[in-house]
């Protein structure tokens, strides 16, 4: 996979840690330079694990699968982005409880944020791509759009994040969609 591909992925998975970063700077108000940290660091770190873990499932049973794996990766890739643009056109925020940037509250958003992550290594595994390289950009996208929501959740209100994870899962679609579209020698 080439850099040009890695980067929207990238971003797209780092929808989800910039939501949630959104809401955590809402409900935490001005937030503390060891909290920004520990939130960008986590989200960051699992968005990287993940895709390594997915990965290592995917090319252990590639073989029993590989007439088929494209659809598989195409599969997975639009029921996460179904899931993401289904919530984010519900309505509602969600609560947090206390300073979620530390804690069993930090590894669970993080694991929360980062379970598409696990999908999309998954799905590199299917199709035989490298995953090194992509799951460190994901990782640093991650971190860096974690400091972003951070940056502008403190400024704007928490409503808009639901609106970037549409955005999100129309973007995953559309990369299944090419895998596909790639496979059957139609791009």
């Known amino acids: 996979m080439n850099f040009l591909l890695i980067l929207p992925i990238a971003f797209v998975l780092a929808l ?26 986590h989200f960051g770190l699992f968005q990287f ?11 252990s049973i590639e073989q029993y699968i590989e007439k088929v794996d494209h659809w598989l990766a195409f599969g997975l ?32 958003l993080s694991l929360a944020t980062s379970i598409d992550a696990l999908a999309v290594g998954f799905s590199f595994g299917l199709i035989k791509a490298s995953i ?33 994870s549409v955005i999100g899962g129309l973007v995953l679609i559309g990369i299944g969609l090419h895998i596909v579209l790639e496979h059957l020698s139609l791009i």
Do not use: Y
């Open 49 to 59: 694990l993940m895709p390594l873990i997915g990965w290592i499932a995917g090319t």
């Open 132 to 164: 090194v390289f992509p799951a460190i950009i994901i990782g640093i996208v991650a971190a860096l759009m974690t400091l972003l929501g951070i940056r502008l959740g403190t400024m704007l209100s928490a409503k808009f994040g639901p609106r970037m």
């Open 77 to 108: 890739l639009s029921f996460i982005g179904a899931r993401m643009i289904v919530d984010g056109r519900r309505a509602g925020k969600r609560k947090l409880s206390n300073d979620v940037s530390k804690g069993w509250s930090l590894v669970g």
């Open 16 to 41: 989800d840690a910039f939501s949630a970063a959104i809401a955590a700077a809402a409900f935490l108000g001005k937030m503390k330079v060891r909290q920004k940290f520990r939130l960008s660091f």
